[in-house]
């Protein structure tokens, strides 16, 4: 089977560098834009099933590809895709994190997976919740899959899939709408494309 990654598009505060986290934040007008275009890069993929998290900025992103397809009959909602629940640091930019909180926002760049959000949960509470999903798609699909997740969770599935430690949570990438693709075999899943977004080119034309 090929697993496809795929994180939603731009939202306002991603531009803007505000934590998101579980609050549901819509997408964007490019975000929107960067969608459509998913959804185009999609059409041709023999895709069997879709499944999402249940924020909006996702939801509306499986949507997108589902709608290019013409079959939004193959989205499946999972709590287990939600981001992470950054507590209080929801709704701060970055720079107001690193005020209130300057020793734990350290932390967060250095060593993130020892990480306890004020009133949220860890990364590790998020990879294993993430991995049990993908972990039972592996076991239920018989042929290629879409998950429309988020950053925090892209990054920690895959040093999750790859056998990789979570203190390396920072060496992957994924742009909003961006697309990976692993594929399971020999055994083991294999990485063969990471922060795809070419799709996005006539997008970023338009946007200037």
């Known amino acids: ?36 275009s998913l959804g185009k890069a999609f059409f041709d993929n023999p895709i069997r099933k879709i499944y999402s998290s249940p ?3 996702a939801l509306d992103t499986a949507k997108a590809i589902a709608r290019g397809r013409r079959q939004e009959r193959l989205i499946t909602i999972d709590e287990g ?4 629940d950054r507590g209080k640091w929801e709704g701060l930019t970055h ?17 993130p997976q020892e990480v306890q959000f004020p009133g949220g949960n860890t990364l ?30 892209i990054r920690a599935l895959l040093c999750s899939l790859l056998d990789i430690n979570l203190s390396h949570f920072r060496s992957f990438e994924a ?22 977004v070419c799709h996005l080119a006539e997008t970023k034309k338009s946007d200037g």
Do not use: C
């Open 95 to 111: 720079q107001q994190a690193k005020g209130e909180y300057p020793e734990l926002y350290e932390k967060w760049l250095l060593t």
């Open 124 to 153: 590790p509470h998020i990879q294993n919740q993430a991995r049990a999903v993908i972990d039972r798609i592996q076991r239920e699909s018989d042929g290629d899959v879409v998950v429309i997740t988020h950053h925090v969770v």
């Open 81 to 84: 895709l939600t981001d992470i």
């Open 1 to 36: 089977m090929r697993l496809f990654l795929v994180r939603h598009g731009e939202t306002d505060w991603n531009k803007k560098g505000i934590f998101r986290g579980t609050a549901d934040v819509p997408l964007s007008d490019t975000g929107r834009a960067q969608v459509a």
């Open 55 to 57: 924020l909006s900025r």
């Open 175 to 196: 742009f909003p709408a961006s697309i990976g693709q692993l594929r399971f075999e020999y055994s083991k899943w294999v990485l063969y494309r990471l922060n795809d």
